[in-house]
């Protein structure tokens, strides 16, 4: 690695951490702005009780200490503070819990969309205009553009309650199984496509046409050859993919009750849970800058004909 | 070709096996799948608030009293951690003691002895300031707690709850609570053990949940499922069937459907509003629809001003408005309300205290609201509709212009009815709206997100919203004394704002023995006092006579619009026996066998 591609490196991680510090703040003061508290409820508590959980969670004091206080916990001692709504749990049990969950989901799902969909795609490739390639490209058109809600709700009715195969509870033995499938459909086939345009596009080179001259062998010309380079487009989506498996499983574990941190997410929002709410944003937003930054880093490694600046 | 082909498949299956080989341990094998709700926010009694925090701590905890199912399948309260519900003495001062004595036998989970002094120290604690349980008023009963939570204590002040030894347990009340032994099993009352709390995150583990009650926690993967294990060393195992309860957390209705219709779940406590014919029809036997304590209602701002254009100042203006108010109110056709749109067996509500709760008499309280032939305050049944309708439109004519020719107002002040986001309750106020509107009143629905909503409401940021109540006792206290002037559920805004100085109600208790009479006063004169004699007042009749008083007040402002009692929707396998609920939603699941 030369020194430009470093520099690059470090460039990108410097601008990664001043866009999560933009983002907690943002987050702070807008979810500080926004009507209704942690403890407000149908059945409202009395002002002393009220004062009293303000008090001893530090929400009395100005917005300006709080968030300086909330700043230094974070950086300093990685504590994201305890919930306001699930009392006597902190922040990090939390996410580290549904963390487990949804780094389960969604790697399952990120390695099930690479294998089967480089595998669909080259045998599309290479079985161009025949049956087998116009069924795979009308499943993967379909599952491109089915939103994952509408395939979670269709696989969770076929095969939870009319099959009765797998569970319809994330929480469940087996229970994985729909929403990692539901997760993994659109990039799946968003990557087959990719595979198959890539691999008929390097398939038509000349150097593979001189392979073929030279009477190199079919599986060592797709393996060794147009396989390779086909998988330049894959492996650039990889980042945007991982990404878009983050987000998507917001969906998905809500229509399969997984306890992921995507649910934890969303239930911080309603029941205005601070702490939590921070907690979960700071570390998906993480996840997505990390990611995004290892997919431009790859985009170098696998062409060396980029240069980044 | 072959091995590399062989080598993908391979790594396919091991993908696959990843997903397969899902939780550790698991859920118990021998017990019954039930789904109440998401997580629990707590599972420390002292700071529960909600019903399945409540169910699951009635389930780990063993109280002073208890629910039981009777003979005809209704509720009732029976002895647990005690011998015997006694009679209390009442003192020279007014104060009543009650003494108990604890049965023999009672272990926590840890297999030390529940003692007397665990109770003294769980009910100061769950009812001191500096444990800010939102359920700590439920101990503002006993003497001592007004100490407690004055301007000037000095924080070392306790209840005045004694325990002479370990067996025994000595509690004095301010005066006569009709509905004592009722809090007594209430979460809230359950005892904890110093040492145990001591650690605050106590309650979220099940290494460190020590209680006393009939299961213990076997296994707890946050926001996934809770098991219980019945305790074999619990002083009434032998009563218990269920060996274990798996609740499953998850509040997606949904979701929660899936797995009851496919058999995995055996209990679930919601379901789909749109999914109530179709279920009512499929599973009649399964599809249950209970009693619950509660009014879903509409509530006006009281500083709304209805009548811009009149020349009415002060008690005379706010009297019309009350007028007008009540009116409006008839106008909502609530029989079609929850026969079309809700579909879950309520019923028409013409009062605020709900249904379920009792009389002195021991007849149901809302039967007897506002002396009338028929029940409540207004007729709600179909055939009076027209009729009423009839009767509102002639009282709102006299304040404003109506138009023969369409049948309708032409001048009425337009209103905007705030709802928080949830299907359910926007067809209701589409109906209300359409009711409205063929009398010419224009009302735009808006709505907000749940906690936003109650925010706004509660500063009294809207003119007609959304409003429920669910009663945390038998008793109409429950739901009358949050109408004060300084309750936080005051959400009418009934003597805030421009209603402080409002000299427009009138209150005569004479009748009963005592020597308010206000004409004309204003809310903090005529409410306030009321509910300040009824929680001082010892004799039951007197007492119930003045909650009547003060619900014939309290409607009177027509700020209360009653659309219906709540009812207690469920589904339950029909293998599950021994199953059984109280009126306030509190379930039971110990007493359960499935019969496969």
Known sequence: MNTKTLMYIVKRVLLAIVTIWVVITVTFFVMHAVPGGPFTGEKAVTKQVMAAMEAKYGLDKPLGTQYLTYLKDVCLHFDFGPSLKQRGRNVNGIILDGMKTSAKLGIIAALIALIFGVVLGSFAALR??????????????????????????????????????????????????????????????????????????????????????????????????????????????????????????????????????GRAFVNSITGRDYPLVMGTTIILAALIVIMNLIGDIMYKVVDPRITLE | MKKKLFSVLLAMTMVLSLVACGAKKGPAEDGINVCLASEPATLDPALQSAVDCGIVINHLFAGLATWEEGANGESVLAPDCITEFTEGVENPDGTVTYTYTLRDGLTWSDGKAVTAGDFVFAWNRAASPATAADYGYMFDVIDGYDAMWADDAKGDETLNVQAPDDKTLVVTLKNQVPYWNELMA????????????????????????????????????????????????????????????????????????????????????????????????????????????????????????????????????????????????????????????????????????????????????????????????????????????????????????????????????????????????????????????????????????????????KNGDFSVARNGWLGDYNDPISFLDMWTTVSGNNDVQLGKGDNETVKAYSIDLTDLGYDTKVENGTWAETYDVVISDIKTCT?????????????????????????????????????????????????YFMYCTINK
């Open chain 1, 128 to 261: 161009r205009n025949k049956l087998v390639d116009r069924i795979i490209m009308v499943m993967t058109t379909a599952f491109v553009s089915m939103p994952s809600f509408i395939m979670g709700s269709f696989l969770l009715i076929i095969f939870a309650i009319s099959l009765k195969i797998f569970p319809a509870n994330g929480a469940a033995r087996n229970g994985l199984f729909l929403p990692v499938v539901t997760l993994s459909l659109y990039p799946m086939a968003y990557i087959t496509r990719l595979t198959r345009s890539s691999m008929l596009e390097v398939l038509g080179q000349d150097y593979i046409r001189t392979a073929k001259a030279k009477g190199v062998s079919g599986t060592k010309i797709i393996f060794g050859h147009a396989l390779k380079n086909s998988l330049i487009p894959v492996i650039t989506y990889f980042g945007p993919m991982l990404a878009g498996i983050v987000t998507g499983s917001l969906v998905v574990e809500q229509i399969f009750a997984v306890p992921g941190i």
């Open chain 2, 186 to 457: 209430f979460p809230t009352y359950k005892p904890v053990r110093e040492d145990v709390v001591s650690n605050e995150a106590w309650a979220t583990e099940p290494k460190t949940m020590i209680c006393n009650g009939a299961y213990t926690i076997e296994s707890w993967e946050h926001n996934s499922y809770l098991t219980l294990r019945k305790r074999d060393d619990f002083v009434d195992a032998a009563k218990v069937t269920m060996p274990a309860i798996n609740f499953y957390l998850s509040d997606d209705v949904n979701n929660d459907l899936a797995n009851f219709k496919n058999g995995d779940w055996q209990f679930i406590d919601d379901v789909p509003t749109n999914e109530i014919p179709a279920l009512k029809k499929d599973y009649p036997d399964e599809f249950v629809i209970t009693g619950n304590v509660g009014t879903y209602y509409l509530c006006w701002n009281v500083n709304e001003d209805l009548l811009p254009n009149s020349d009415l100042e002060g008690t005379e203006k706010a009297l019309a408005e009350a007028e007008i108010r009540n009116a409006i109110n008839l106008l909502v056709d609530r029989n079609y309300i929850v026969e079309d749109v809700s579909q879950g067996g309520q019923v028409p509500a013409s009062s605020f205290v709900a249904m379920g709760l009792t009389d002195a008499d021991g007849t149901e309280f809302y039967k007897n609201a506002g002396n009338n032939d028929y029940t409540g305050y207004f007729d709600v049944s179909k055939e009076a509709y027209e009729k009423t309708w009839e009767e509102a439109k002639e009282i709102l004519k006299k304040y404003y212009t109506f138009d023969e020719a369409s049948g309708k107002f032409t001048d009425m002040p337009s209103l905007v009815y705030l709802y928080n986001t949830n299907e359910g309750h926007k067809a209701i106020a589409e109906a209300i709206q359409s009711n409205f509107a063929q009398m010419g009143i224009n009302m735009s629905l808006e709505n907000q997100e749940w906690a936003t909503f109650l925010e706004t409401r």
């Open chain 2, 539 to 587: 004799d039951p009749k007197t007492r119930y006579a003045l909650m009547h008083k003060a619900e014939d007040l309290l409607m009177s402002t027509g700020t209360i619009c009653p659309i219906y009692y709540y009812t207690d929707l469920y589904m339950i396998d029909d293998s599950v026996d021994g199953f059984f609920t109280t009126p306030l939603g509190f379930k």
